[in-house]
């Protein structure tokens, strides 16, 4: 049984049309993360952070899952059909839901769900709707205190204990289009060293490249199916 954990980050959407961070038509090269992406951005100015976000949520409305997302669908599949003895998990940096539309169902979004909203009294995660605004009570608890289901930095990710267990365990590390610039994901490859073959995959190297033992240049939707046809290719 082979255990793959695929970690992605912005770049395996770029070519479905959504704008990464750090590239130079990036998200931050229009907006400061101060104003949008940190709590005190939500406490200061909620209506402004729930634009940015309202912003990104159509921009996702207007794009689909590419090669890429459906390739590592095809590997889950796979798995699930017997097709390919191993297991795949996706853990993803991204807060779209473009591997879920591509069919992936093992997916753990470490820095939150742009399609969700989190109540900060009770803590429920529920669907976000069009006319969700910070004053709109929680539909679970009733109380005006619903935010962007999204970690701002300066907040901890989500589900790192359970991310750890299974980079713990995993015989293969794949990171697919992240810079490697933000931590903990920035750190996945340094945790799998010794028990986990690493492969990096995108455009340019990363400021982690140097942990990886092999690299592949190129598009996400070009790279990501070679290496699912080796994958399930034996
Ligand atoms: N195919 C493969 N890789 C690509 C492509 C592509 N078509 N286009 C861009 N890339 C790569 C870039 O080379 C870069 O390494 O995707 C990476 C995007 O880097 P960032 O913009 O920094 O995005 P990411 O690494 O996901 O950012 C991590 O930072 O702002 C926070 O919370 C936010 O989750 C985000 C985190």
Known sequence: ????????????????????????????????????CTPDAFRRDPALVDRFYNDRRAELRRVGPNAAHLALARLEEAARTGAWHGEILVITQNIDDLHERAGNRNVWHMHGELLRVRCASCGGTPEWHADCLPETPCPLCGRPSLRPDVVWFGEIPLHMPR?????????????????????PAAGFAALVEGHAETLEINLEPSVASARFDRFMTGPATRMVPRWVDEVLAG
């Open 163 to 183: 991310i750890e267990a299974a980079l713990g365990a995993c015989d293969l590390f794949v990171s697919i289009g992240t810079s490697g610039t933000v931590y």
């Open 1 to 36: 049984m082979e255990r793959i954990v695929v970690l992605t980050g912005a770049g395996i959407s770029r070519e479905s049309g959504l704008d990464t961070f750090r590239d130079a038509d990036g998200i931050w090269s229009r907006y400061d993360i101060e104003d949008v």
